[in-house]
């Protein structure tokens, strides 16, 4: 079940980027010390009473020459479009203004929670000043501080009392996927080319798909499949087709659905930037990957192209170096009746439970080979390991001290348990904890 999602609204200088960054805390920071994964600033995890969530901040999408009303206006209807709760923030310092009220004439008409908080009440004295925005219709304003976490507590209250409690009816023998990729890179024509029918439409004009279109099917063995259509852009109009923040965010909300995601790459065009950003999260988020390359017969061929491809791809992707590499054809058909069978292994290594003992024998040999490291002088001890989730296989290692667990040799317990296990299409966790 996917995760609910909160999109924080509301005009520039209100500080909509100052409470993101609180209620997501430290999870918003850029990755960089692993190639190519990146957090995108406009969304990110949140999580409250054991709740978790998403969180979209609409301030973050670039709507390029776009005059201001309009920007404000297309973020709002944006918010409305992908969120199940709405924040709309506005200022107890400047009070009401058109743009607040242009926001909450669009907010009003949504039929969706809205709660309002007036950011920017740093000290008691200044509740006095948030009575006005009753004038705005939107209920009760909540006085908040974003940059003291101020009633940041009793905002989130309020929001999670209005996410969903009914559990997605989903058959759990049921595998689900998506297809991620950019625009134009053929992920419908590669659903119609699994399914063997016409089901999505399909269009060389990219950001064609407006629909976000879920399929369910089965093959010859009787497995269920799920499959989850990223390019979905309900909204028609420029500002959805020219807002890469957007699609990106699209498919990240995809990726939390999935137990298996295929990262679509187009043969004819290359490797490009977002691919890597969206791959990263699919990576982060502990799902199954697939690296998929489309259009593969549009590619001229010599001795050593497709090895110099999938070189590339290793090259690119270097944190996915677990992932399996397939090289399609939507129009030819190309190779795509190994796709079923793919999805199918790495759900099943996403869901592989190893025994303590075995584990720790594979661990114990990975010491032997290679000992533990020491730092000023004191030597990192492993006691035992044992597995403690799937999707991701997660192990954690008991230590004498974590500190002294170097991310070199952490990586190479991760390596050696790779090779005595089947692992392949999955991440793996490999978390260090020290012995009470």
Do not use: C
């Amino acid at each position: 079940m996917a995760n609910p999602t909160i999109a924080i609204v509301g005009r520039p200088n209100v500080g909509k980027s100052t409470i993101f960054n609180r209620i997501a805390g430290e999870r918003i920071s850029i990755v960089e010390d692993t190639p190519g994964v990146t957090r995108d600033r406009i969304y990110a995890k949140g999580e409250w009473l054991g709740r978790e969530f998403s969180i979209i901040d609409t301030g973050g999408i670039d709507l390029g020459d776009e005059p201001f009303m309009e920007q404000i206006k297309h973020q709002a209807e944006i918010a409305i479009e992908e969120a199940d709760v709405i924040i709309f923030v506005g200022s107890g310092r400047e009070g009401i203004t058109d743009a607040d009220e242009l926001v909450a004439r669009i907010l009003y008409r949504s039929n969706k929670p809205v709660i309002l908080a007036v950011n920017k009440v740093d000290n008691p004295e200044m509740r006095n000043d948030i009575y006005e925005f009753y004038s705005l219709g939107l209920g009760d304003p909540y006085p908040i501080s974003g940059s003291h976490g101020l009633g940041i507590g009793d905002l989130l209250d309020e929001a999670i009392k209005h996410f969903s409690t009914e559990a997605e009816d989903e058959d759990e023998d049921t595998i689900k996927f998506s297809l991620i990729g950019r625009p134009n890179v053929g992920k419908s024509s590669l659903i119609n080319a699994i399914l063997g029918e016409d089901r999505v439409i399909v269009s060389e004009i990219e950001g064609t798909t407006r629909d976000a279109v879920d399929t369910r099917f089965t093959d010859e063995a009787g497995q269920k499949f799920l499959m989850i259509d990223t390019a979905g852009m309900r909204k028609r109009g420029k500002v959805y087709e020219n807002t890469e923040k957007y699609s990106v965010m699209r498919a990240m909300r995809a990726i939390d659905r999935s137990d298996v995601v295929l990262m679509v790459l187009n043969a004819d065009e290359g490797i490009r930037e977002q691919d890597k950003r969206v791959a990263g999260y699919a990576h982060e988020a502990g799902r199954g990957v697939i690296i998929v390359v489309n259009k593969w017969d549009l590619v001229e061929k010599e001795t050593n192209t497709l090895r110099d491809f999938e070189l590339e791809v290793r090259e690119e992707f270097r944190y996915l170096d677990y992932a399996p590499i397939i090289f399609v054809s939507a129009v030819t058909k190309q190779r795509l009746n190994k796709l079923p069978e793919m999805i199918k292994e790495v759900s099943v290594n996403q869901n592989l439970r190893i025994s303590s003992a075995i584990l720790n024998d594979v661990i114990m040999d990975a010491v032997a080979i290679n000992p533990t490291p020491t730092d000023k002088g004191k030597r990192l001890k492993i006691f035992y390991a044992t597995q403690v989730a799937v999707k991701p296989p997660t192990f954690v290692i008991f230590v004498n001290e974590e500190e002294l667990m170097h991310f070199s040799y952490e990586r190479f317990l991760e390596n050696q348990i790779r090779k005595a296990f089947t692992f392949e299409g999955t991440p793996i966790r490999v978390i260090p904890r020290r012995r009470k």
